[in-house]
């Protein structure tokens, strides 16, 4: 199998739909022989900050001297990043032969290849790929909820962390935050030490933590009034945390100093369980983590930045971040959201720093109607306009543009990634 029938491959399950259930995973993963218990794991579950965590955690290990697996979801560009060790994405020959090695088991298995979904088996290619890379360990973050993701066939790991939580996929994880964060707080496991991130609602800590003392877990609550931020700019910010003074990171936002406090206080649970973590490390790590199209400046003139927001939370985040930094400064917002996703909700927080909004309906089976979008941008009066590409609303953007602009884009993962790989071919023709 090559690499583009490996993707083929994977992509021939991404119709299915979930069973709700991990036996498919445990049937799949008997026949790959369980590679999943034979690298250690730290698996982390939230709604918001859990890629930058993960970067973070694996740039400290990787910086420490450990071999690190890293697991994340979704792409932006290729399906290749989400899989990578000590930084690298897995190259396309190593790809295929995870996929291949996945298509012999299941062949003569009719009904298990026919309730597959594509994040199940891009789950076990992670597995596989790490076993037999002898990873010493791997940070693994989970695609949807907690209790029933395909990560959580994980029964022993090292660590688990709980990033923010807050209201997104609701039709599936429930319609209160004590709900979501139940489905969240299945991946900690008895005996097992459990970080918690800083947390908007009180009801999802008091779930947690109900949850993790029934699991008989250690947990270490991240000490939000213990962030002080000392240096803030439009490349980087420096901050304390407890002891370690002049912290200083690349990735932007004030949630971004709680992801990496909680990234420290993760490391510092991986002590306690006796590994050798210098201190070097942990500032080295966080300086030198990415988390490409999180808050990203891509291009100067005009000052672009993507960020991949998409639910209501995300959204408030990206919204402190330009307010404080762009103090009464109107912004030219390039906006495309999945159905499911509480786009009247996100609007009302970008609506008073928005110069115009430039609506593109994404191609994707469950990207939102543009003229459903428009609708609710009139309801504000909002100027906007629609495109029929993403493309040609960012060209539009420039073109209407003077120097000192502000550009920014932002609703979906999917769409960030587009339109870094649209702006960075635009830079290389100037």
């Given at each position: ?180 964060a139940y489905e969240k707080a299945c991946i900690i496991k008895k005996g097992n030490m459990c970080v918690i991130a800083p947390q908007k609602y009180e009801g999802a800590l008091s779930v947690l933590e109900k949850y993790a003392e029934k699991q008989q877990v250690e947990v270490a609550n991240v000490d939000k009034s213990s962030i002080v931020i000392k ?200």
């Amino acid at each position: 199998m090559d690499y583009f029938k490996a993707l083929s491959f994977c992509d021939s399950f991404a119709a299915n739909k979930s069973s709700m259930s991990l036996d498919n995973m445990k049937t799949l993963l008997g026949l790959l022989g369980n590679p999943h218990e034979k690298v250690k794991y730290i698996h982390v579950a939230g709604t918001n900050g859990k890629g930058s965590v993960v970067s973070f955690i694996a740039e400290i290990l990787k910086t420490s001297g450990f071999k690190v697996g890293k697991f994340v979801s979704p792409h932006l560009v290729r399906i290749n990043e989400r899989f990578s060790i000590n930084g690298e994405d897995i190259d396309d020959n190593e790809f295929a032969a995870c996929a291949e090695e996945i298509n012999n088991v299941i062949t003569g298995h009719e009904e298990l290849k026919k309730s597959l979904t594509m994040f199940e088996i891009m789950t076990c290619m992670a597995f596989l790929y790490f076993n037999r890379n002898d990873c010493d360990m791997a940070v693994l973050e989970t695609g949807l909820g907690g209790r029933l993701d395909a990560t959580n066939v994980i029964q022993n790991p090292l660590l688990t962390v709980i990033t923010m939580i807050g209201f997104d996929h609701t039709k599936v994880l429930g319609d209160t935050i004590e709900k979501i964060a139940y489905e969240k707080a299945c991946i900690i496991k008895k005996g097992n030490m459990c970080v918690i991130a800083p947390q908007k609602y009180e009801g999802a800590l008091s779930v947690l933590e109900k949850y993790a003392e029934k699991q008989q877990v250690e947990v270490a609550n991240v000490d939000k009034s213990s962030i002080v931020i000392k240096e803030r700019n439009i490349y980087y910010q420096t901050f304390d945390y407890k002891s370690y003074k002049d912290l200083k990171i690349t990735l932007l936002g004030n949630h971004q100093t709680e992801n990496a406090a909680t990234a420290v206080e993760a490391i510092s649970a991986l002590c306690k369980l006796g590994y050798d973590i210098p201190v070097e490390a942990i500032y080295n790590g966080l300086e030198r983590a990415k988390w490409p199209c999180r808050l990203e400046v891509v291009n100067n003139e005009p000052l672009t930045i993507i960020d991949g927001a998409h639910n209501v939370d995300g959204v408030i985040a990206l919204s402190d971040f330009l307010r404080s930094t762009f103090k009464g400064k109107k912004i030219t917002y390039v906006f495309g959201v999945m159905k499911d996703k509480n786009y009247k909700a996100m609007i009302q927080e970008i609506k008073d720093t928005a110069k115009e909004i430039y609506l593109i309906e994404m191609q994707y089976y469950r990207a939102e109607n543009i003229d459903i979008l428009k609708s609710g941008l009139d309801e504000y009066g909002i100027p906007s306009k629609t495109f029929e590409t993403l493309g040609k609303a960012i060209d539009y953007s420039y073109n209407s543009s003077s120097r000192d602009d502000v550009v920014c884009i932002f609703g979906s993962l999917y769409l960030v990634g587009d339109a870094k790989k649209h702006i960075l071919a635009i830079k290389k023709e100037m």
